[in-house]
């Protein structure tokens, strides 16, 4: 009887340590906007971190699109609720850069905390939209994305056309699209995401400035430079098209997408993101490659800008948060686990060794195109293709998408549309600067 008590009490006392150390545990509050599967994916890196070791615990929580995060995140914070991680779109990271005593930078954290990191080590065009001036990473590069061509191969050899060789300039792509349009597609190409893929990303594509002061880098006087004679150039050449019904417009943002997949539109412009669930949805056989170029612009093509989202750490939280959180940023970059993403999800895999890592698997053989994304940003960047820090980005982006729509219709000129657009982002900058300086 008394050896069974001691049996029982040491299964308590044991019990007890258990539950002691469960309870002891810092619980890290990570806010993001991954849906579908890529919620998998994000939990699925909480769950590995966690189980590799037992005195942290990262707790994702989605909190709905990017800016409905981003907005909950500002409003936690200013409740003083915040939580320790915030994911937030490219598209927010001036936003963030000029938020005050809002955030940490991963530099700060992880040298703080003796974690071994080197802002080098990222695909430069990914790392300098991160960076600060003085050379400090402000946050950490999580899911990054950037602008392609898919094409649906099938279409191509309908049509006559060879399906191991896209069109890589704007001239080819026009005869590639009238030979689609012979062969009886009702939709030759398509793009989403206008603003990025055909303002953002074609000015770094040609290297040629969105904005003035370096993009924005340079400081809050910024001024859009979107309504440039190559740009109005640009979607001159897409209103032809569009007339000709070369180019068929499908929607805003990622809507366009859908219309790939079902096979109506045999080429897509958009991002390298959509690479699984075309691979998973997708009923033919698809091809990824570069964005088409004019091939007369001096230095073109350059390397394409960065979407997608990085990982904000937010100030004020106990100093046991900021050790846990640096043990996590040093596990989800090391090149194993950054490859096995990249090859999960299509988002580049932003450090260099991680590249490297996925083309010695033989990964890029297997599924040909799943390179380009990486092949297009780690080209050789310039003050106009570092990216676009500007503030007020995702009102700029709709009134793109307002005023480019009204090309479509035929309301518009290239440049009326483009002038103005220009015209109302310039007011929308004033009033980011004057809060903000």
Not at 276 to 283: L, V, Y
Not at 303 to 326: C, D, F, Q, R
Request: glycine content about 6%; charged content about 20%.
């Amino acid at each position: 009887m008394a050896h069974s008590f001691k049996k029982l009490a040491l299964a308590g006392l044991l019990s007890s340590q258990l539950f002691m150390q469960a309870s002891a545990q810092t619980e890290i509050q990570w806010w993001h906007s991954m849906d579908g599967s890529l919620t998998a994916w994000v939990n699925d890196l909480a769950n590995e971190f966690n189980q590799s070791q037992s005195e942290y615990k990262i707790v994702p929580v989605y909190k709905g699109e990017y800016d409905q995060s981003m907005t909950a995140g500002i409003a936690a914070y200013r409740a003083g609720a915040a939580p320790d991680i915030l994911q937030v779109y490219e598209v927010g990271t001036a936003s963030m850069v000029y938020s005050k005593g809002v955030t940490k930078s991963v530099t700060e954290i992880m040298s703080e905390n003796g974690v071994p990191f080197d802002p080098e080590s990222y695909i430069p065009a990914v790392a300098g939209y991160y960076t600060a001036p003085s050379g400090a990473m402000l946050s950490l590069p999580f899911n990054s994305s950037t602008t392609v061509m898919f094409y649906n191969k099938d279409a191509f050899k309908a049509a006559g056309l060879d399906p191991d060789n896209a069109p890589k300039t704007w001239t080819e792509l026009r005869e590639v699209t009238q030979a689609l349009k012979a062969s009886g597609s009702s939709c030759p190409m398509t793009i989403s995401w206008m603003g990025w893929t055909q303002l953002e990303s074609f000015s770094a594509w040609h290297d040629v400035p969105y904005a003035s002061q370096n993009n924005g880098f340079n400081g809050l006087n910024a001024e859009l430079q979107f309504n440039s004679e190559l740009h109005v150039k640009h979607f001159e050449n897409l209103a032809d098209m569009a007339k000709e019904k070369l180019f068929v417009y499908k929607g805003r943002a990622s809507v366009p997408t859908t219309n790939f997949l079902s096979g109506e539109c045999a080429i897509f412009i958009g991002s390298s993101a959509s690479y699984s669930s075309i691979q998973t949805d997708a009923k033919f056989a698809f091809g990824e490659t570069t964005l088409p170029y004019y091939d007369d612009v001096p230095n073109a093509p350059k390397n394409t800008i960065i979407g997608g989202a990085s990982l904000w750490v937010m100030n004020g939280k106990p100093e046991s948060h900021y050790k846990g959180i640096a043990q996590f940023f040093a596990y989800i970059s090391e090149p194993e686990v950054q490859a096995k993403s990249h090859m999960r999800t299509g988002y580049l895999p932003v450090t260099l060794k991680a590249f490297e890592m996925t083309e010695n698997s033989g990964f890029y053989e297997k599924n040909p195109g799943a390179n380009v994304p990486v092949e297009q940003m780690i080209r050789k960047t310039s003050d106009r293709t570092r990216g676009i820090r500007l503030g007020n980005m995702l009102q700029i982006r709709t009134i793109i998408d307002e005023e480019t729509e009204q090309i479509w219709t035929g309301k518009k000129s290239p440049k009326e549309a483009l002038d103005t657009a220009v015209k109302r982002g310039n007011t929308l900058l004033r009033r980011f600067e004057s809060v903000n300086q």
